[in-house]
């Protein structure tokens, strides 16, 4: 299996600075959503981006 663009870009943290503690919606290397919850990122970037299939995760706002 092959590493998607998105998944390359989810392992870039300083990309994603900003959204610590949000649920953020990523597609095509571009956060295209974000929010509380991932319903909330969900739909936010499909109502932006209606074609889109985007990488949905947690970004945690503290590191383990």
């Known amino acids: 299996m ?3 663009v998105d998944e390359d870009f989810i392992g870039s943290p300083k990309e994603l600075e900003e959204y610590k503690g949000k649920h ?3 597609w095509k290397r571009k956060v295209i ?6 319903k909330e990122a ?3 970037a499909k109502k932006e ?5 985007p990488t ?3 970004f945690f ?3 383990f």
Not at 33 to 38: C, L, N, P, R, V
Not at 49 to 53: A, E, H, M, T
């Open 24 to 26: 953020v919606a990523i």
């Open 33 to 38: 959503g974000f929010g509380d919850s991932a």
């Open 61 to 63: 706002d503290k590191t």
């Open 56 to 58: 949905l995760l947690l």
């Open 42 to 44: 969900y739909d936010k």
């Open 49 to 53: 981006y209606p074609v889109s299939n």
């Open 2 to 4: 092959t590493e998607s």
